[in-house]
């Protein structure tokens, strides 16, 4: 599908087996053939094999064409303009409706200043003070709680004093933008929802820029302002588009902007950064804008996010707070805007108690309805309760399944537990030792710990076994692995490596800890007494140990069990029933 700007000269080509239909945005009147009527010229057909088709004409507004199934090429020369796609036809539309929102003189004088390099305080004052309204206004504004300050401000050159340049040229755009959004005519637009929504992103942007660089609330109240700017430039400009938004939103209960990607290909944010930029608004606030509800922002040049990702989390907490998203939802977009901007979780609860007072202040000073807002507590307590009714609701009706879930669970538990468990000893198995072996190793080599393994191994377990019989042999094991269990608790690990054989695994401790621990091990197990038909006897086992810290060195998996394989065998060869170390 292709369009063609106002003005273009259009000459099209299809080969055959091409199905083709074509509208132009023609006024009646308007030569080209076809069908006339309110929307314009429009046709349908299909060429049959052999066929070729070309017509050329030129573009009075927009034209455009979609080729179907079989179309093996086509051609569009247009005298050398680019061709858009329909979504830019629609944003061409909207920007040059007759009804769009205009800035003021004043405001636009603002902004020729601002961008001049040697303009003063004096001239911002004197373009404001042109319209005594508005300059009564920002005076208002800046001797409200918002600002806070310590005296008086009579007049707005004082003010620009006080408050800075840049500060005095955003309040004046905030008024001259709400003014120029009073007078709307749209029927199916809710204008009290769409304030209520814009000044209380508009309170939010502000309290969380302030929490992250004050020098930039400011912009971030317009940014906070204008977020759904869009909204209102599409439902003045192209209503039977967004009457279809509006029906879908009711119906289906999710976030506007999802409806018009689905549907247009392109969102409110969009329509408002385009809005914004033909206003030559500076380029941070068209791109806090644009990113509003999220995405994008991290293309945005560094310099540019923090009032970004200010912007987008104000959106985020709006959304809770104007009933698009539910209250239930509330802890998650403050832990979302948290990540976004870095801000403590405790900070955004402070913000948020501030929200209701600063928001009808606010919506004082600009003069607008924004009915019946919701305070934190209100919202905290909507949430509470709802999560209550959800939850003893969802107790009533899922206690069979959660039952049958915990059978599974448990169920799934003793398989996981069967896996790693050696089944004689109730100690990890082989398999278990080497997986927890590996990851230790990993979490030892990144933060340049040590790690320690001991291998153990019962002295003279074959003659206890042909004396007495496996059954004694099994009681052994099973003795020396309930004395293991009880000395080696998580995070360190104890295992049956395999026939009479046992492994120790620990983290941070030294080398003569790990002699003591070794040492009482083999104490537990020589005090332990084996029942061999009528009478006991008495077990000793031989350890080997090693310590490695990778601050010296980097060790594998089998290396290390090596080295400590090895000191057992010294311990054997020196006698049995002692522990020898190596570091």
């Given amino acids: 599908m292709v369009s063609h700007r106002p003005g273009a000269r259009v000459t099209l080509g299809f080969c055959a087996n091409a199905e083709f239909v074509y509208r132009t945005l023609y006024r009646p009147g308007q030569t080209g053939g076809g069908r006339y009527g309110s929307q314009g010229v429009a046709g349908a057909g299909r060429f049959t094999a052999g066929a070729r088709f070309a017509v050329e004409f030129r573009c009075r507004r927009v034209v455009r064409f979609s080729v179907t199934r079989a179309a093996r090429h086509f051609w ?3 005298a050398g303009r680019q061709m858009t796609t329909w979504v830019a036809e629609m944003l061409q539309t909207i920007l040059a409706a007759d009804n769009l929102p205009s800035l003021p003189a004043v405001a636009l004088r603002v902004l020729d200043l ?10 911002i ?15 208002k504004m800046v001797n409200s709680s918002l600002f806070g300050l310590p005296n008086p401000v009579g007049s707005v050159q004082h003010a620009t004093v006080v408050l800075g340049l840049r500060t005095v040229r955003v309040l004046a755009l905030s008024f001259s933008l709400v003014e120029s959004l009073t007078d709307p005519n749209v029927a199916a637009f809710d204008f009290q929802l769409y ?10 942007a502000k309290l969380v820029a302030e929490a992250i660089d004050i020098n930039r609330r400011d912009e971030a109240l317009v940014s906070g302002l204008l977020c759904d700017i869009g909204l209102m430039a599409a439902a003045r400009t192209v209503p ?10 009711r119906t289906r209960r999710v976030p506007v902007q999802i409806i018009e990607q689905e549907k247009f290909g392109l969102t409110h944010a969009d329509v408002g950064r385009a809005l914004l930029q033909k206003w030559n608004l500076p380029a941070e606030i068209c791109r806090a804008v644009a990113t509003h509800h999220g995405e994008g922002l991290e293309a945005i040049p560094a310099e540019d996010r923090m009032l970004a990702s200010a912007t987008s ?11 698009d998203a539910p209250s239930t939802e509330l802890e998650s977009a403050i832990q979302r805007g948290a990540a976004l901007t870095g801000i403590p979780e405790s900070r955004i609860h402070s913000i948020l108690e501030r929200l209701d007072g600063q928001l009808k202040e606010l919506a004082d000073l600009f003069s607008v309805s924004i009915g019946t807002s919701v305070n934190y507590q209100q919202l905290r307590d909507r949430a509470v309760a709802k999560l209550a009714a959800l939850s003893l609701s969802a107790e009533r009706e899922n206690a069979q399944a959660r039952s049958r879930l915990e059978e599974v669970t448990t169920w799934a538990e003793d398989l996981e537990r069967r896996a790693t468990m050696d089944p004689l000893t109730r100690v990890a198995n082989r398999a278990a030792f080497d997986s927890h072996l590996k990851d230790t190793l990993e979490s030892a080599e990144r933060e340049r710990g040590n790690v320690g393994v001991m291998m153990l191994d019962l002295d003279r377990f074959k003659e206890l076994n042909d004396t007495f019989g496996h059954p004694a042999g099994d009681e052994a094991l099973r003795r020396v692995g309930g004395v293991l269990n009880q000395v080696i608790q998580a995070p360190r690990m104890a295992a049956r490596f395999g026939g009479e054989e046992f492994a120790v695994i620990v983290e941070n401790l030294t080398p003569r800890e790990m002699r003591d621990l070794a040492e009482q091990i083999r104490v537990c197990v020589m005090d332990l007494g084996i029942p061999c038909n009528t009478r006991q006897t008495n077990l000793t086992v031989s350890v080997g140990v090693v310590h490695t810290h990778f601050q010296h060195e980097l060790v594998d998996a089998a290396e290390l069990v090596a080295r400590a394989d090895e000191c057992l065998y010294d311990a054997k060869k020196a006698g049995r029933n002692r522990v020898e170390i190596t570091y």
Avoid: M
């Fill in 114 to 123: 601002a961008d001049q390099a040697d303009a003063s305080t004096t001239d």
């Fill in 125 to 139: 004052a004197n373009a404001i003070e042109k319209d005594p309204a508005l300059a009564a206004r920002v005076l």
């Fill in 313 to 323: 989390t104000a959106g985020l907490l709006s959304d809770v707070f104007c009933g």
């Fill in 195 to 204: 304030w209520r929504r814009s000044l209380t992103t508009a309170v939010l």
């Fill in 240 to 249: 039977q588009h967004y009457d279809l938004i509006w029906h879908a939103r």
């Fill in 76 to 78: 569009v020369s247009d």
